[in-house]
């Protein structure tokens, strides 16, 4: 389970992009945004996650709500993830866990009686003030990117 809860800090952050550049905190401090934490690129659940995210790209910007997609993968196949499936959201390497950690999505799970450490599907809106205003946990992928506009134009307006 996430330690991000409604009402508390948006942990402090710094991590590499997909387009050579860098994100942190305090870029965005100011402007309301979207964190949405997914385990691997390329897989079926996140390709469809990061492909809604893209199909409503648009919409996000004209809310004015910028979303970034964190996994532990290194930026070099983000890029190749990105430009395998025409993605424009924008996608942060977390390799060391600097965020992962503290934001409590980096968790043990288990798959066929294996137990390994990984991304628990999880995203969360931040308002202006670096406040987390809304939490998804152990989110499901279909619809997931329309349900979080939506919270984003009412929570932001």
Not at 61 to 75: E, I, K
Not at 141 to 147: I, Q, Y
């Amino acid at each position: 389970m996430s330690t991000l809860t409604e009402g508390s800090a948006f942990p402090p952050f710094s991590l590499a992009d997909d387009r050579g550049g860098t994100v942190s905190l305090d870029s965005l401090k100011g402007k309301p945004f979207v964190v949405y934490f997914y385990p691997k690129d390329d897989t079926s659940g996140c390709t469809l996650e990061a492909i809604e995210f893209t199909a409503l790209a648009a919409d996000y910007a004209a809310a004015g709500v910028p979303v970034f997609g964190v996994s532990p993968d290194p930026v070099k196949k983000h890029c190749k993830f990105r430009e395998k499936h025409g993605l424009s959201v924008e996608l942060l390497s977390d390799e060391g866990h600097t965020l992962l950690e503290p934001a409590g999505v980096w968790v043990e799970k288990s798959m066929y009686g294996r137990k390994y450490m990984g991304v628990e599907r999880t995203t969360a809106l931040v308002g202006r003030d670096g406040i987390v205003l809304r939490v998804w946990e152990k989110v499901k992928v279909p619809e997931h990117a329309r349900e979080v506009l939506e919270a984003a134009r009412k929570l932001t307006a």
